[in-house]
């Protein structure tokens, strides 16, 4: 039986087994650009974040789930985010 699928936050974060630490150095590997500070408040759902920032952590925690033994159970962005272009995070209260 599959796992559910699940978004980028600090729950998924923690099921995978990493610390922020861990997973900024993953994030950062992999070509995203935000902060370590800025990564948490995305998963801290505090800010929306771009498709790109989304899919870099998506793809460094379904690395992570490969490793455990797990499928890839983070979504990627699949189109459902506007901005595309945007180089940090927008403030989920700045959004239209």
Sequence with gaps: MNAPTRNVTEQTRL???????????????????????????????????????????????NERFTELGHNHPVRYSEGRFVSTTAQLPVPMENRS
Aim: with cysteine.
């Design 15 to 61: 099921d995978a087994c990493l610390t922020s630490a861990e997973l900024w150095r993953r994030y950062v590997e992999l070509g995203g650009m935000s902060t370590s500070d800025e990564m948490e408040s995305i998963l801290r759902l505090e800010v929306e974040p771009t498709a790109h920032d989304h899919d870099v952590l998506a793809h460094a925690l």
